[in-house]
């Protein structure tokens, strides 16, 4: 089973729909990320969490929110899907170890959204 | 990414060496990164670097950092159809140095027979 597993993979929806996107981890680490891939563009980032009660705002929030449910869950909402908000879309965790921590990020595997 | 710069494409034919360029604009970055995805999948770590580097090799993999122009390179030796992906450099940025990574636009490398 994948370390980080995001659902749905794919997605079709409407302009308009409220559209949630759901991402668990079972690496334990404390920090968790939302990130949009559009071509061309690279990775962009929308919401990151160090803990469950912190939330920090990233490069590109607006039209987004997400809920930090429990260390191991991170979801992220549109609550009015539009079509330029068709991307690609990861979530990734790190670890906070002080001493250790490189910084490195674990994703998974995408969640495809299309907004008709 | 617009803080991250990469070309978007490379073409190589297989055995040769590739080269993929960076340019990134946090001097306080601890480290540096390359990651590859593989077509339908996630990222994944390839290499890093740390800032008081000016180069790290990893097999077929060498990194070149040059701090003074802002400048990250990758080169893949014997390059494999295997290799063929899409490459990202990243930079991490914020107060802990590590609290995120900024990605650059990421460079396609197509490997030919």
């Known amino acids: 089973d994948a370390d980080v597993t995001q659902t749905p993979r794919n997605r079709i929806t409407k302009t308009g729909k409220r559209i949630m996107l759901e991402c668990s981890q079972t690496?334990?680490?404390?920090?968790m990320y939302w990130y949009r891939q559009d071509p061309g563009l690279g990775l962009q980032l929308i919401y990151y969490?160090?803990?469950?009660?912190?939330?920090n705002k990233g490069e590109i929030s607006d039209g987004y929110s997400v809920s930090r449910q429990a260390q191991a869950k991170f979801s992220l909402s549109l609550e009015s899907a539009i079509p330029n908000q068709t991307a690609l879309y990861f979530c990734?965790?790190?670890?906070?170890?002080?001493?250790?921590?490189?910084?490195?990020?674990?994703f998974g595997e995408g969640s495809r959204l299309t907004v008709l | 990414g617009e803080d991250v710069e990469q070309s978007l494409f490379l073409s190589v034919r297989e055995g040769d060496s590739s080269v993929i360029n960076c340019t990134y604009t946090?001097?306080?970055?601890?480290?540096l990164y390359w990651y590859k995805q593989e077509p339908g999948a996630g990222l994944q770590l390839l290499t890093y670097?740390?800032?008081?580097?000016d180069m790290k090799q990893d097999q077929r993999l060498t990194v070149l950092l040059n701090k003074k122009d802002k400048h990250l390179s990758l080169r893949i030796a014997d390059t494999q159809t295997g290799d063929s992906a899409i490459y990202f450099c990243?930079?991490?940025?914020?107060?802990?140095?590590?609290?995120?990574?900024?990605f650059g636009t990421g460079t396609r490398l197509q490997v030919f027979p």
């Open positions: 990734a965790t790190s670890d906070r170890k002080q001493g250790t921590n490189t910084g490195e990020l674990f």
């Open positions: 690496k334990g680490h404390d920090r």
């Open positions: 969490s160090f803990d469950v009660k912190d939330i």
């Open positions: 946090d001097s306080s970055s601890t480290y």
């Open positions: 670097i740390f800032s008081n580097m």
């Open positions: 990243a930079e991490t940025k914020g107060v802990y140095n590590t609290d995120k990574l900024i």
